[in-house]
């Protein structure tokens, strides 16, 4: 079933799929060649993922505060949201970083 939300809410819904593919293709770069890329590159790419996965997760409270009604339609909200998840997302992915390390090294 489609649904047409307008020309700008479409784009907004791409915008949500494009970051949250690139944040896969950023974790499985870094799962992948974890041995090949220097420290440099790791911590570029975990920040790109870091960033694109928070803009994901800002995306996505728009978009079901559009669907349920509770959201106001303003459009620069966007990035307050953005701004208050990125260093919670931060945090859960240096804490996952680092249990994922502690394990390996006991290995």
């Not at 939300?5 to 499985?28: D, E």
């Amino acid at each position: 079933m489609v649904f047409y939300y307008g020309k700008h809410q479409r784009r907004m819904a791409m915008y949500f799929v494009i970051n949250c593919f690139i944040s896969a293709v950023c974790i499985a770069s870094l799962i992948l060649f974890m041995d090949v890329f220097p420290k440099l590159v790791k911590l570029l790419v975990g920040a790109v993922q870091v960033i694109t996965t928070s803009y994901a997760i800002a995306i996505l409270i728009k978009k079901i505060g559009e669907w349920t009604s509770i959201w106001s339609g303003d459009y620069k909200y966007i990035n307050s949201n953005f701004l208050w998840i990125l260093p919670i997302v931060l945090v859960v992915t240096v804490l996952i970083a680092y249990i994922c390390n502690k394990k390996s090294k006991k290995a």
